[in-house]
């Protein structure tokens, strides 16, 4: 089993619609997650932190967390063509140190 | 206030070479952890930097070595460089143990 799982898509949405990209992790004593989109032949760039259960939203995204189910989700509201990207979910285990363990990516498409 | 900053942008390199590849963190920022991306995949964690001292390890060779420096800028060196070693070379920086952000990489590549 993975330590984060993705699934790899691509995710297509129409423009407007909402876009649900979803995680899971191994670690049942994980406690902080990530989403970092990532744009073809560029680095990570951090969108969303989430560290309890519960719902997290920042403007057009909404970070979801389920520490029981070990599951993560992150959603976009009012899809853009310019939110075609590569959406990386990353845990922290419980090791005592801050190392991100990376999903290996949801391709997101939203087309006009 | 400028982020991380990483150089050099690209690199080409043949087998058996060796490379040094540099991170320059966020202002404000004391930790420095490296990533390897190939290419479709997630980042995969190097090793971390802290106080100048490896603080944690991935799953590489130890033909995989760093350095952190007083001014917390470090260099990632490979040595006796492989094909598989081709990829985007990932440097993230945080104050402690706090949320990591990313340098625009270095893109390896292994002839």
């Known amino acids: 089993q993975k330590e984060v799982e993705q699934n790899s898509g691509p995710l297509s949405v129409p423009e407007g619609a909402i876009a649900s990209l979803n995680c899971t992790y191994s670690d049942r004593g994980s406690q902080s997650f990530f989403w970092y989109r990532q744009y073809s032949g560029k680095s990570p760039e951090l969108i969303m932190s989430?560290?309890?259960?519960g719902d997290k939203e920042d403007g057009r995204f909404t970070a979801q967390l389920n520490k029981a189910s070990q599951y993560v989700s992150l959603l976009i509201r009012d899809s853009q063509p310019s939110d075609s990207a590569t959406y990386l979910c990353?845990?922290?285990?419980?090791?005592?140190?801050?190392?991100?363990?990376f999903g290996t990516g949801t391709r997101l498409l939203v087309s006009p | 206030d400028a982020g991380v900053t990483q150089s050099p942008t690209h690199l080409i390199k043949t087998r058996g070479q060796q490379v040094t590849l540099r991170c320059s963190p966020k202002?404000?920022?004391?930790?420095v952890s490296w990533y390897q991306q190939a290419l479709g995949q997630g980042p995969q964690f190097i090793f971390q930097y802290y106080e100048e001292e490896e603080r944690q390890r991935g799953n590489f060779p130890d033909r995989f070595s760093g350095h952190q420096f007083p001014n917390y800028s470090s260099e990632l060196n490979v040595n006796a460089l492989l094909l598989g070693d081709s990829a985007l070379y990932l440097c993230?920086?945080?104050?402690?143990?706090?949320?990591?952000?990313f340098g625009a990489g270095t893109r390896l590549s292994v002839l």
């Open positions: 202002s404000g920022h004391d930790t």
């Open positions: 993230a920086s945080s104050w402690q143990k706090n949320i990591q952000y």
């Open positions: 990353a845990v922290v285990m419980n090791t005592g140190f801050q190392k991100l363990v």
């Open positions: 989430i560290y309890s259960n």
